[in-house]
């Protein structure tokens, strides 16, 4: 059990815990922008400098695209290692128009910060280090081994992750492994998150005439590429919004009774989302509520779409391309390898004559189950008891951590503790991303008891 | 029957002609873009100094946007009037990435100018003022009487023409209309156009929730506006190519039996377009010959589509919106007024709950149809027949010119000269638009003669 002592510190520094995050947040670590790269590599210079002044054994690891950030103080023979995972790179901000404080210049606004990366995941992660930070301000050692991975490809799928990994299994070597980087179920009610959806994604492009034509001259004699892309859009999908890829469902594990009970439990409010969402209907996959839809069970959806005259007023053409950016949530035992194949397979039967229909695949993940009967799990959710002051819920998620699988499959963990500080209206993928500090300090809080819970008796 | 004298002046100063074109191509006269507001109105005041020296009575009429220039030398009393149109403003230029030179800075190569506008429509109606000053540097007065109007909005459907025409009725007053925005046959075979296409050109956006949503924490649970857009848009179209929706072929006037025969015998070489335009296969609605699709037939294209992320690699969400720009082609006797009534109300049938959908009204055109046995379209065809050395074809094309209608509307001037100078591989509204210098010399020469061939014998 955590000492007063070392929470009594955590309460005083709440102001200072703050500021160092507003510094952190102000690093634009867009993964997927080349113009960025620099400030990527700020970031994880960032964090290797704050795991040394902790006194961490730390290390910058190159990959091909962006580094891996690994630091370990393991001075506790015959305790138990755990191994935590984050990143440090971030979505990109667009569309800027929708913020009302720039991306990267953090903004405090009533009792939340608000910023890219605030919740997602730079927010989330930094509470393990200020944990720390507490722990040996006043004791002389951690009550277990710990070691950081905090990586910086998380948000354009973690490319250079299994390799790392492959090479170094033993460095990673672990008895459970803690992410950050879910949320809780809602503001105030926290939890233990037991699954994970995977991703598949991909790029459709669609060629027709070699150059934009005029509609007046050609209208009526060629494939239109937006025309053709849309009506592959919409074959995607049935009227009944479940996927149209033959085989799709094929591997789905159904629902188990005690999860849909339990799920049932947690009294989603509907109508409050779609206030949030401002959307007059939610609508998806019928015979499933909302909760099953959004955590358990597969969607597609399209990200992105452009083609031809997208400016201000009218422009007569027929376009030469057209593109998309198709993904889909996947869910256990669906495997992201065989999916992808029948989502090319079917997109090749629904090309038509007169264009090219060119399908790339960006990245995929595989969906994730965590067993909840373990010690850690149980360690887990005594710290959060402690740093909540309530007992977490137990749910699965909609989003994907590509991690969690590759850490089972390659390091062979499979204490995986899944601990959501966050909030679900975070906005981690959209503009006016936010984290509350109440749920900052909650969770560093809860970091902190993590360790001692996780200690020999 | 024009003098050869003034034949041979227009082939002595070929050389000077287009070196003054260039300088009239190096103005971005683009009129859709806010940005080129400046530009456009350099055109206007390049073509009001350039009417002044030739000894025209010339004004700038200022509208709510763009310039309408008009010009007149009325001093044959009891010879017939012709009213010139034509437009000095000119299509986006994009993708600029596809140019093999700078859209505004003319190039000539193999015997053509490039540059936007070259052809559409700068380079045509440019024809007529040599002409006029070849006549006048030979001859003491032109054989008739002479008007020219060349306005700024032709690319963005004409805006401020009606009004403009409803207020200036005496001073547009005239025996017949010519205007050269269309083009020949094919190079070497000289038309005059007979029919033209209406257009109806509409902005449709569809809205979701509040802001783009994180793909995983919400995918299933909202609909997707870029997966609305698509089905919407899908469901435009029928699978045998013909527009789907309702009530749009009702007021479609069949092809009369001698039109279809004319067609036919042009001998329309659709191998050698397929290679032009790089495609595999020509599509369009079955029934009717690619010549009858492109000039007689109405069509529905979509000339882009936006929403979401475009960005490079991966972005996992569910965009807040999506938009497109969707355009028709009308014939006679569709109007455009009803056909945007059957749009919206189709559209709207077609809107689900979960999305709001907007559609825009950007400009519209009824179709035209033009009298061949009139005095003025034979003098027309031995016009040309000196110029180009050859009898025109009587055809109809794809384009839309609203002026067409509007001038035999509001002015009641039934004699339309449509005589295209350019090729209908100029490339009008695509990238590396051109113009022949051949086809600008011919189009001159034509022109000149036309004067002579309408005086009173």
């Known amino acids: 059990m955590i000492p007063e002592t070392i929470l009594a510190k955590i309460d005083g520094n709440r102001t200072r815990y703050v500021d160092e995050l507003l510094a952190f947040l102000k690093i634009p670590s867009v993964s997927t922008y080349s113009v960025n790269h620099k400030d990527v590599r700020r970031a994880a210079e960032w964090v290797f400098n704050h795991l040394k002044r902790l006194g961490f054994q730390s290390s910058i690891h190159e990959t091909k695209n962006h580094p891996v950030v690994f630091g370990q103080r393991c001075k506790r023979e015959g ?53 720390i930070e507490a722990i040996l301000a006043v004791e002389a050692e951690l009550p277990i081994n710990v070691k950081l991975l905090i990586e910086g490809e998380e948000e354009i799928g973690s490319p250079s992750l299994l390799p790392f990994l492959q090479s170094h299994k033993k460095l990673l070597d672990a008895d459970a492994v ?5 949320s809780q179920f809602e503001q105030g009610i926290p939890a233990i998150t037991y699954g994970l959806r995977g991703l598949l994604y991909f790029q459709v ?42 085989g799709f469902y094929e591997d789905v594990l159904p629902l188990q009774d005690w999860e849909r009970h339990e799920m049932e439990s947690l009294q989603y409010n509907e109508e ?8 007059d209907k939610l609508t998806g996959e019928r015979g499933y509520s909302a909760m099953e839809r959004k955590t358990a069970r597969p969607t ?26 198709v993904s889909m ?4 035992n669906q495997k992201f390898a065989t999916i992808s194949g029948l989502f090319k397979r079917y997109l090749e039967s629904l090309s038509p004559k007169g264009v090219q229909v060119k399908v790339t695949e960006l990245n995929g993940a595989d969906p994730v189950l965590v067993m ?22 137990f749910i699965r998620e909609g989003g994907s951590i590509p991690i969690v699988n590759l850490l089972q499959k390659e390091l062979g963990i499979e204490d995986t503790l899944l601990l959501g500080w966050g909030s679900p209206d975070d906005g981690a993928h959209s503009p006016n991303e936010k984290f509350s500090l109440q749920d900052f300090h909650r969770g560093i809080r809860s970091a902190a008891a993590l360790f001692y819970e996780l200690a020999p008796k």
């Not at 803690?178 to 879910?182: G, W």
């Not at 409050?272 to 959307?279: I, Q, S």
């Open 79 to 131: 305790a138990p290692t755990l191994l935590i995972y984050g990143h440090y790179d971030v979505q990109p901000p667009e569309p800027l128009e929708d913020w009302c404080s720039p991306p990267f210049q953090p903004r405090i606004h009533n009792g939340c910060v608000y910023a890219r990366g605030a919740s997602d995941d730079k927010g989330q992660f930094f509470t393990y280090l200020k944990a």
């Open 178 to 182: 803690a992410i950050s980087d879910t």
């Open 205 to 246: 492009e669609v060629t027709g005439p070699r150059f934009d034509l005029h509609s007046g001259s050609f209208g009526g004699l060629v494939a239109n590429p937006v025309q053709i892309l849309a009506e592959m859009i919409s074959k995607l999908k049935n009227p009944d919004d479940t996927v149209s890829i033959p």
């Open 272 to 279: 409050e989302l779609k206030n949030y969402l401002g959307v």
């Open 300 to 325: 597609l959806d399209i990200n992105g779409i452009w083609g031809g005259f997208s400016g201000e007023g009218a422009k007569t053409i027929i376009p030469a391309r057209a593109g998309a950016k």
């Open 329 to 332: 949530r996947l869910v256990p």
């Open 372 to 393: 909840r009967d373990r010690h850690s799990v149980q360690a887990a959710a005594r710290a959060i008891e402690i740093g909540f002051g309530k007992r977490p819920v």
